[in-house]
């Protein structure tokens, strides 16, 4: 190694080192770039309705989980301002047959899972077709009665383990920068009062899912009442086989106090529903 | 390149890459040396109202906007506490000439621009004259048929090209941590759920212009109805021409959740307000 | 130098470099061996109320501190949902001597201290005993005519010096990340607004206090009507010689609008808490 490929060597460090700062002012620099070079008008407007999304929850169900239902259900409502897309909410899966339910580019349930065989059949057909779904919290729970081994299959988890007591906020991990549902979260942030559960197996165990986001090792011990002591604990992920998003969030009065997490929420909507098999609905 | 130098040059790597660190101990040492070495007060309370302040909004315009303008009197209200300095609240500039004006050491204007060519011309002297100004959102809104073409010289940047629907948090990129108004926010936040403008030509154009917000190009493709698809995205900045700063922020209910979004306006509106011709307040 | 070792430490620098996404790699590889390798149950649930807690707060108090104060109630009451510990609420200490205080692993003081001599010994005697105390805000006020020395040498400062007026959010700095207190916060973050108090000398003089956050001194100039110019300016910290931690957070009605600021709350209860003499009630 001779003089000048240190000094090449170093530079290289220099640059990587400084990543940042260099990072700040290329994109300032390419921002200034674009202003000069785009033609091609920047936006495109909605001519109509994108796409349809279904939200179910059980208005009669645990009150912390009905209370972040009905926020999630005004949040994502404002995101329907001007119709852009449309939003339809039921308290039943009962009069959502596969038939209906292909209407849809992205079924999201709140604290909710299908109620019967015939809501299950229906839901998996829905979802092995192409169908899009994401789920919060207790949408995901299944213990050893649950008896809906597809659920698992879907999840790519194994049943529901263990939990923090009381809801609480966490300092959770984004596992990867490069996902379109994290790409423009911090690597770490606080995430609002919630209750979290850890799963056995994990679903990192699952070749086919992707972790996104992950309860820091750093709140371990986790509680108050019931505490968490160590243990992989996932709390955002998608399984490959399917189109699909789970978040664990969804507990109690603050799941939308916090901007970052909003974020979060807005970012794996868009991606489920960008990846509809008759194409991306934002592209139209 | 000798042993010697190479280990220095390393070493200079070092302290460069454990930057924070470094600095964070540096400060505990330079706070210590504050308490033992500092004899006057610490603080300069105020004796007196230190300024006026005007702010100005439509009650009856579009309910989005309304919804930020009522928070923001609220959030500016609580300011006011110990009357530091006065306020007063108007929904027309109709009563307010040049004379009238000039005894306010900063106009704030809420999704609100003058109203007819009167209420324009007494705003051009009151700001050519040395007044000072922090507009939200729909104040700089303007296109081919606004007819002022003075508005864009003072804002420093063409008409109103694009948005994002609906209203949602975005990742910002701060592009100084040297100005007043961003020296004591992170690199990069997650600003809360807002509409937010592009303009062409964009103020990055203008070397009057210092840009100190804007959207990160991690947040393309931006919107679920109008979708943005790229371009350079200021949000924040001052045209060094004027006293002024201008913030894109301002649609809907969600403009004042989020702490660090809120420091900001306070420390916009308190640059503003220091650079008065008069002497700033601050330091009476 | 020969080459081997120079690749070897630049590799050394790489990794060191790298080190955000090493240790995500890393944290990654040992949540997966965490989940290989444990048999124990990863929870500690509690079968009985683990502990007891009393609150102070004074209902006709500066309106602004009773705002925080009820906004506390309801942050700490959802906390105790499933009964996994007992709190009480006062508007008086007169109905706690010694002999009933004791009986409280914390004692959490909203802007309230003792209000007569009979009550102050009562706390002495139950903090020289081991006893856990949480206090914000005024709960620490003092100045000449307090009259009660033993107060300082408990929170291990002066008098109360000066004050930023009025509440604004502002910049924190956590001075170690290695405290349970602070140890799940980023490194900076901007707590909202709340009025914050310097004290005279500053706890840092005293070697048996650990300062936790303090105000960013990019803050400077810091206020509106009263503007501190410059000094040391912890606001949470422990004594070492007492269970305790010391919030300075506490006025006004946005306390808990933020997520990590509410984490910096439960850590901080928490802490005091597990260090109960008679044994940490968590691993109960």
Redesign the interface.
Known sequence: ?N?TS??L??TA??L???G?NEE?RD??Q???E??QA?SE??????RAP?FKALFHYYPHAEEAHVQFDKQAIDFFH????????LMDVTASLADYPYEKLKEYSIVVSLNAAPADSAQRVAFEQYMESGGGWMGFHASAYNDRNTGWPWLNKFLGCGLF???????????V?C?TGEHPVT???????????SEFY?WQ??P??NSDVE?LL?I????Y?F???????????PIVWTNRKYRMVYLNMGH?D?GF???????LF?NAF?WVVSRDQEGDP?MK
Chains 1, 2, 3 share one sequence.
């Open positions: 190694m003089k240190l000094i060597l170093l460090f220099c990587t080192c400084f940042m700040t994109s300032v390419s921002r200034r674009l202003v785009e008008f920047a936006a495109n407007y909605a994108r404002k995101l329907t301002y001007g119709e852009g897309w383990y263990c939990n923090n007591w009381p809801p609480q906020p966490a300092l991990e596992e790409r423009t979260l911090p690597h770490t942030f606080v995430a609002p009062a850890q197996p994990s990192r165990m972790i992950s820091s090792p750093k709140m011990p509680g108050l009442k019931d505490v968490v002591k160590f243990g992989d604990f109690g603050e106090i916090d901007a970052t997490q909003n974020l807005v868009r934002f």
